[in-house]
């Protein structure tokens, strides 16, 4: 299993940013795939995810109404589409996934393969 994250930068606060994870070596529609960040200092925390074939989100708290999830199961990728970014989501942001069923992924634990992560800083 391999997830190959892109599309972190720098903007300033209420910009957006779109992530792309794109994933290979497993049928991507079998697994639930995700994102998590972690800030400096911070433990991980897991922010949104997506389930097998697209049809289910979840979303943590802080990224209700603002960030959304989304996957392409013809490119094996999974984006995360966010807005109105504000310097408390100055972070690594992490693509992950967990094979089987549908369930929320509250925890980063959850997780069983993830990415290298994308760097996302918002600052004026």
């Known amino acids: 299993v391999q997830l190959q994250a892109s599309g972190g930068g720098s903007v300033q606060p209420g910009g957006s940013l779109t992530l792309s994870c794109k994933a290979s070596?497993?049928?991507?529609?079998?697994?639930?795939i995700g994102w998590s960040r972690q800030a400096p200092g911070k433990e991980r925390e897991a922010v949104a995810c997506?389930?097998?074939?697209?049809?289910?989100?979840f979303y943590a708290d802080s990224a209700k109404g603002r960030f959304t999830i989304t996957s392409d199961n013809l490119k094996s990728t999974a984006y995360l589409r966010m807005n109105n970014l504000n310097p408390e989501d100055t972070a690594d942001y992490y693509c992950?996934?967990?094979?089987?069923?549908?369930?929320?992924?509250?925890?980063?634990?959850?997780?069983?393969?993830w990415g290298q992560g994308t760097q996302v800083t918002v600052s004026s």
């Open positions: 997506i389930s097998p074939g697209g049809g289910a989100t």
């Open positions: 070596g497993y049928k991507f529609i079998e697994y639930v």
């Open positions: 992950a996934a967990r094979p089987g069923a549908w369930g929320e992924v509250l925890t980063s634990q959850e997780y069983d393969y």
